[in-house]
């Protein structure tokens, strides 16, 4: 019996999430399916209920409806809890939700993968940005024992509201202070969407960076964005955006294939349309 899965989203054309997870079924050999599920907001709640009677193991979510499907699911994860969005859902035998998130999974093990020596307890960590991003990757960086995490965003009262929440060693600084917030920190993380193909650069200034702190992007489109470019030629060690993306699928497609895949060389280049 074919096994369906898919993501869900408003739009959800843009997602790279089929191409993904059709090169695993593909390289494993699974008689399964991984769709396009465009749906609109006033209609998730029906739309994810419907999934088990449907035949479906699950699906991701992408905009807009990773907050909205925590009230709808049976039980979220500890995960998705803290973060306070879901981007995986799995449809259980009997009929039940059941929800986690995966981003900071996927984070983590991208910048372990792609920065080998990045030591987290070396510095501060400054993370731009206060969106469900940045709070999986604050989560993340809190799991793998970051002293300190900067959380800097053109909104104030959005990071403040982000480091009130997760607690513990966030703090919070004005936009104004960006770049001399960089003198010190081990790592530096930029979870906006500047930067990213169609939108303003990133007005960051790296004089003060270390050369010893790791950069990373979540951006992938570009794959490497003016930041990691400006960072790469200074001699720092940079970490694109798209593993983070190839990683956090790792979980969901084990869960509704019962195959953990491998991130490749080859997955990176079929994802990128190369």
């Given at each position: ?168 060693n966030l703090g919070v600084a004005p936009w104004e202070e960006r770049t001399a917030r960089l003198k010190t920190a081990g790592l530096l993380v930029n979870t906006t969407t500047q930067g990213m193909q169609g939108q303003p650069a990133l007005d960051l200034d790296l004089q003060t960076l270390s050369p010893r702190a790791v950069v990373t992007d979540i951006v992938y489109t570009p794959l490497e ?50």
């Amino acid at each position: 019996m074919t096994i369906k899965a898919g993501v869900m989203g408003w739009p959800v054309d843009h997602s790279r999430s089929p191409a993904l997870h059709g090169f695993w079924l593909k390289a494993y050999g699974i008689d399964g399916s991984y769709e396009r599920l465009p749906v609109k907001p006033d209609e998730l709640a029906a739309a994810l209920r419907a999934l088990p009677e449907r035949g479906f193991a699950g699906v991701n979510l992408t905009v807009p409806h990773k907050e909205a499907a925590m009230s709808v699911v049976d039980e979220v994860s500890p995960e998705g809890q803290r973060i306070g969005a879901v981007n995986t859902i799995f449809a259980t035998a009997d009929g039940r939700l059941k929800a986690t998130n995966t981003d900071a999974y996927g984070f983590i093990t991208s910048l372990k993968f792609g920065a080998p020596n990045f030591d987290p307890k070396a510095g501060p960590a400054v993370v731009l940005g206060a969106g469900g991003a940045a709070r999986a990757v604050c989560v993340a960086l809190q799991d793998a024992g970051v002293p300190e995490i900067c959380v800097i965003n053109r909104t104030t009262t959005r990071a403040e509201n982000l480091a009130r929440d997760l607690g513990g060693n966030l703090g919070v600084a004005p936009w104004e202070e960006r770049t001399a917030r960089l003198k010190t920190a081990g790592l530096l993380v930029n979870t906006t969407t500047q930067g990213m193909q169609g939108q303003p650069a990133l007005d960051l200034d790296l004089q003060t960076l270390s050369p010893r702190a790791v950069v990373t992007d979540i951006v992938y489109t570009p794959l490497e964005t003016q930041l990691l470019a400006g960072a790469r030629a200074r001699g720092n060690t940079v970490v694109d955006g798209l593993g983070m993306l190839l990683y956090q699928a790792q979980r969901g497609f084990e869960g509704w294939f019962g195959q953990k895949p491998e991130v490749t060389a080859a997955l990176r280049a079929h994802v990128l349309g190369k």
